[in-house]
């Protein structure tokens, strides 16, 4: 290897499995490859849900091992969700997660104290039941001396040393959006003591060298720094955007869909709030200004009811389903639970009076119409909310190897989607470690370098609009 390509592990862990990829970056050459893969399956014990932390521990071990020597370790996972610390830095228990019921009903308790549009000024943050927030006012936080988010947990156990991402911590409702920084007024109010969270770090800064039993378990010879990246893997994702200029909005697709714009300040309008748009915190001053849709979850459940039959040939079968036959909210809150996911789509198009989905095929169809049609009011409200025209999509995650969900999106939205990179998290990680390390320049020469490396695909708007907006109105009950 030239000496002037380094090697950058980037561990990436998605809701449904977790993945140690390695990225070799030169001035001109950024190349990906996977280094381990491993499940990440929640476990349902007497007292609710729970991450299996120390499995995705393993799973990190085993992956920085089979990865070999690099330059630079980062982390990135999905958000809100946490790991309590006693004073002697000890674990109690595994991590909630989010989609746990214990936060039923809190949010409305929260907004006794601090109204919503109140809350929402002041932190950006769209409604979730899962947000950090409601899960620290439904917690009982006995014996808890410190709190790590998930990817700031494992960078923990990997160097000893403890901080609290920025971007990842945007998404707490702790955040006030304008100065970055904690929002000391909103912590007091509803009762959580801000010292239980590490010192704020910035996607670039170092988070430690891996200690001496790391080393030795992974067979990686020390020192090996970890950097801080963009923790809250959509933070990464929007950052290997392979975007030229600022009229671009973006997809992440995953098991969410992470719908919006890249803007220089948040919007904080009571009409924001009331769309459900969020404002989480990017790199290099962004502001990631977005929607939450349940995205391929829907079909991921789905698949998992029928016996996990061949998606390739699912597709195929769907689409030859008449278009727009039956759609269904993609954001609602009715989806958010596992189990049963093809009933409760059924359920959905029968109480709306469509046409119910009977087959794999047309259920299939239904929740790829339904999600384009999500992308496409995600897309145009954050473009008047925000006041922020754009003339292309940009697609990234797993939901570019789907390609009649990328052309779906194209039709629904009236516009070009570009859909790529696939491992934009993987990437985006990749990148803010290249960049902490010199080799990469800002934001702008990140995405150009992406686009002069990665596989990307084309997909034209086709067929007729009014068809779409129709279905907006019928889902709308218009």
């Given amino acids: 290897m030239s000496a002037s390509v380094k090697s950058y592990a980037a561990v990436d862990l998605g809701a449904s499995s977790g993945r140690v990829m390695v990225g070799r970056v030169g001035p001109d050459s950024l190349e990906l490859s996977e280094a381990h893969r491993f499940v990440n399956r929640p476990v349902r014990v007497p007292e609710g849900l729970r991450w299996d932390i120390l499995s995705l521990y393993g799973g990190v071990l085993d992956g920085l091992k089979a990865a070999g020597q690099v330059d630079s370790v980062g982390i990135d996972s999905w958000a809100v969700d946490y790991g309590l610390l006693d004073a002697d830095g000890a674990l109690l228990g595994n991590p909630v997660h989010y989609r746990d019921s214990r936060t039923e009903g809190v949010a409305q308790k929260v ?21 950090t927030l409601y899960q620290l006012v439904a917690d009982r936080l006995v014996g808890a001396r410190r709190l790590l988010l998930i990817p700031d947990l494992l960078t923990y156990w990997l160097t000893g040393e403890q901080g609290t991402e920025l971007t990842n911590a945007s998404t707490t409702q702790l955040i ?29 800064d170092p988070a430690g060298l891996l200690r001496p039993e790391v080393l030795e378990e992974t067979g990686l010879r020390g020192p090996v720094p970890v950097t801080a990246v963009g923790s809250h893997d959509t933070a990464s994702a929007v950052a290997a955007v392979p975007a030229s ?50 995205g391929l979850w829907l079909l991921q459940e789905c698949v998992r009811a029928w016996g996990d039959p061949d998606l390739g040939e699912l597709l195929l079968d769907a689409a030859k389903v008449p278009a727009l036959r039956s ?72 939901g570019t190897r789907n390609a009649l969900l990328c052309q779906l ?20 990680n990749v990148l803010v470690q290249a960049r902490a390390h010199g080799l990469v320049g800002d934001l702008a020469g990140g995405r150009e370098l992406l686009t002069r490396t990665q596989p990307l695909t084309r997909y034209e708007p086709q067929g007729d609009s009014a068809r779409w907006r129709e279905a907006q109105a019928r889902l709308a009950g218009d």
Avoid at 111 to 120: G, I
Avoid at 176 to 204: H, K, M, N
Avoid at 354 to 368: G, N
């Fill in 245 to 294: 200029g600022e009229r671009f909005a973006y997809i992440c697709t995953g098991t969410w869909s992470l719908a919006g714009l890249e803007l220089d300040a948040p919007v904080l309008t009571e009409e924001s709030r009331a769309a459900n748009f969020t404002n989480e915190l990017g790199l290099d001053g962004t502001v990631r200004y977005l929607r939450n849709i349940m």
């Fill in 409 to 428: 999106t194209a039709d629904a939205c009236g516009l070009p989607v570009v859909a790529g990179p696939t491992e934009a998290a993987a990437l985006g």
């Fill in 176 to 204: 006030d959006p304008r100065t970055r920084a904690w929002s000391y007024d909103i912590a007091e109010r509803v009762g959580i003591d801000l010292e239980l969270f590490a010192p704020l770090r910035q996607p670039g």
């Fill in 111 to 131: 907004w006794a104290t601090v109204p919503a549009p109140e809350l929402y000024a002041a932190t950006g943050l769209q409604y979730a039941p899962f947000n």
């Fill in 327 to 398: 759609v269904v909210d993609a954001g609602d809150a009715m989806f958010l639970a596992p189990g049963r996911m093809p009933e409760r789509i059924a359920e959905a198009c029968r109480v709306s009076g469509q046409p119910v989905p009977a087959s794999p095929a047309e259920v299939t169809r239904c929740i790829l119409d339904s999600l384009a049609l999500a992308h496409r009011k995600a897309v145009d409200e954050a473009q008047r909310l925000a006041g922020h025209p754009v003339d292309v999509v940009h697609v990234v995650g797993g």
